[in-house]
């Protein structure tokens, strides 16, 4: 690896000593071939919060990848994300303030009240 042309974010190419291999993830660690654990205090860039291959998250994913793998949204949806959506925006709503709307105004509402050039609306 230590000849690898990769560019490795925040290293300069070439110059900097060769970075360590990891052969596998689990939990909280990331594992070099010789046995050291690394622990993965960055959660590989904040995306693995709940640690590396979570048995309950690699699961899902098998399950959904044996019948669905990447879907262009430009014309096409799937159940998993019409089922996922409607719990998000309702978690969302409640618990992000808008900086655009008064604290405890519903976004329907509150959409519903503002000036149609606010909104991008034509009127009719």
């Known amino acids: 690896m230590a000849e690898s042309r990769v560019w490795h974010p925040f290293t300069q ?3 900097e000593p060769s970075v360590p291999e990891i052969v596998l993830t689990e939990g909280a660690y990331l594992h070099k071939a010789d046995g050291f654990r690394i622990l993965d205090a960055i ?7 709940h ?9 899902a994913i098998e399950t959904t990848a044996s019948s669905l793998d990447q879907i262009i949204f430009a014309g096409f949806t799937h159940e998993p994300a019409a089922s ?3 719990p998000m925006i ?5 618990s992000t303030p808008s900086p655009s709307r008064p604290p405890g105004a519903s976004r329907k509402r509150w959409i519903g009240s503002r000036p149609l050039a606010a909104t991008g609306a034509q009127p009719r």
């Open 84 to 86: 996922s959506t409607p």
């Open 90 to 94: 309702l978690c969302c709503s409640r």
């Open 13 to 15: 190419h070439a110059l």
């Open 43 to 49: 959660s590989s860039w904040w995306v693995v919060t």
């Open 51 to 59: 640690g590396h291959r979570h048995p309950r998250i690699m699961k």
